[in-house]
């Protein structure tokens, strides 16, 4: 089955320095990846649409400027969050899915927990 | 706005029992609803449902969706300790390929 990778699985960094987490395609290419978001006992809030090529869909109310999104080649996109704040500290998570056929499940990351300290 | 909403939000078994578990949705242009089980990390791939009235099955898990009333459910039988995660419900629409995701219900299994 497909795979996706990402990295780091989790990292701790001080307030007001730049994070960058790295999603990987192993298997397929994905013109489109996912970041989400997902607070402590609550759901996978989707952040933005990474577009290989062009520039990322963000979410209402996801600041474009704090978490950047590249995505330049089609197996890889990353997620930059810029000056963190202990407010960020969250489990972020990518997922990929094939373009064609339309109807296929989407493959995770195995997540990146983020503490701000 | 589309909507995915899951219930119970959490639930207790003793191991053995059967648990069913729901999830409605409102997506403007469905085009599959997807269950995925979550423990400490990401979310791994359990069912993708795109047709009305067909079973899908794995093992003790099984799975099948209603597009007329708009849910479905996820069944587990034998219940074992192993199956306690949260179970995550996602819409896919035709206007996007995102998936939408429901709240999740967090089961835990007692021994």
């Known amino acids: 089955g497909a795979v996706v990778s990402q990295h780091p699985s989790w990292v701790i960094c001080k307030s007001g320095t730049s994070v960058k987490i790295e999603c990987r395609s192993l298997?397929?290419?994905?013109?489109?990846m996912f970041w989400y978001r997902q607070f402590p006992k609550q759901s996978l809030m989707l952040m933005a649409t990474s577009n290989e090529g062009s520039k990322a869909t963000y979410e209402q109310g996801v600041e474009k400027d704090k978490f950047l999104i590249n995505h330049a080649s089609l197996t890889l996109s990353t997620l930059t969050v810029t000056s963190a704040h202990p407010e960020d500290s969250s489990f972020y998570i990518c997922?990929?899915?094939?373009?064609?056929?339309?109807?296929?499940?989407?493959?995770f990351g195995q997540g990146t927990r983020l503490t701000v300290v | 706005e589309d909507k995915v909403v899951q219930s119970p939000l959490s639930l207790v078994v003793h191991e053995g029992d059967t648990v069913t578990l729901n999830c409605s949705y409102e997506v403007t242009n469905f085009r599959s609803l997807l269950w995925y089980k979550q423990e400490k990390k990401a979310p791994t791939f359990l069912f993708m449902l795109?047709?009305?009235?067909i079973e899908k099955k794995s093992g003790r898990l099984s799975s099948i969706l209603d597009k007329k009333e708009l849910f479905s459910i996820l069944n587990i039988t034998a219940t074992q300790t192993g199956d306690s995660a949260v179970y995550l419900c996602a819409v896919l629409s035709n206007s996007g390929y995102a998936l939408n995701f429901g709240k999740g219900t967090s089961l835990l299994v007692t021994p």
């Open positions: 997922s990929a899915r094939r373009t064609e056929p339309l109807n296929t499940e989407a493959f």
């Open positions: 795109t047709s009305s009235g």
């Open positions: 298997d397929f290419q994905a013109t489109t």
